[in-house]
Each structure stands twice: as C-alpha cells, then as structure tokens.
C-alpha cells in the first residue's frame, strides 16, 4: 500500500486530490494537513512514501516544509504542487530534496503519473520547470545573467509576494542578508520597488501574474 501525505491549505482542493488519489488501487492518503510546519510533524511521525507539498502554505511554505520533510523522514518522496511554472522554481524544488514538480490546473492524470514515478523512485517535473539534471547550472540571459544564483532565489520569492522575513525563513539566511540581496536587485536591474520587482519576473516568466 503506496501512503501519501497531503499537505494544502485548501480543504476543497485537498478533498479532490485525496479522493484522485484514493481511487487508485494500492493508493491511501494516510494523513492531510494544512500548514507546513504540521506536514513535517506528520512525515516524521508516519514516515509516508509520498508528500504531496503546496508552495503556499501558511506557516512555512512549501519549499522549507520540503527541506524539513527531507531531513525528518528521508525515505519520503516529496512532489510540490504549485500554480507557478518557472526553471528557477524548479531548481529550488530539487535543492530542497523535492523529487516531483506539478502544475495546479494540469490534468488530473498528471498527477497521478508524478505519484507513479515516485512510487517507482523516480522523478518528475512539470513543463516549464527546470528538466537538466541536477547540479546543472543555469544559463540565465540578459540582465538575469547578472544576477548571482542567491539574487535569483531572492528575486523569486520576493516576486511571489514574500515579505524579507518570509524569503529569509524559506532560504535559511538572515533578514539583512535579504535585504543586501534585495538592494544588489534593485541596482542590477534598475528597478525602484517592489512592484516593478514583480512586473520584471513576470515578464521574464519568473512567476505567473
């Protein structure tokens, strides 16, 4: 029997997936949550084979709740369900231990083959993020060219509307680091706020408006 975690803030997007899920033979959501800090409770406690991760989620996000699912029960697959389609996201999802990438609003079947090729200690990534293998580094043009990997993790998740403290949690670094890194953006890219930030990487397709 394939144990899945699920963790969404949404009760109704989580009924939907638990009830896609359960109607495959072998499959059972074991336990569902809405916040990130209790899907790392939960995967350490049950140690399922799969955690199905929201990027939102309240409390930590997706990709921090990733890293420690990772480290609190290593056997886990995780697979991050998001609405955004970018490479840098992609990279993230894999440096944080994700082995799985899905597009909220894809088909339903693509969910359940990512959950299949996890089930099968394998990977898989959604069109429009990063499909090199890891550790390969990216080959951004343009002004991102000049922008270094940790400018580019800042970018996005600033971009996404996390505050300086929400990115500095996700990253593992401190709130002036951010702010360094955020400041270094602004020059680099000759942006005067935070809204020209957004409107820049959703130009560059960095993040869905």
Known sequence: MLQILLADD??????GVRALLESHEGWRVCAECGDGAEAVRLAGALRPDVAIVDLSLPGLDGLEATRRVCRASPGTAVLLYTMHASELLGEQVRRAGGRAYVLKGTPAA??????EALAARGTWWASGAALRP???AARPSGDLARLTAREREVLLLLAEGNSNAAAARALGIGVKT???HRGNLMLKLG??????LVHYAVRNRLVTP
């Open 10 to 15: 949404h009760p109704v997007l989580r009924a």
């Open 178 to 180: 951010v702010e360094t």
């Open 191 to 196: 942006l005067a706020s935070a809204v020209e």
């Open 134 to 136: 890891p550790n390969v």
């Open 110 to 115: 693509q969910l359940v083959e990512a959950v």
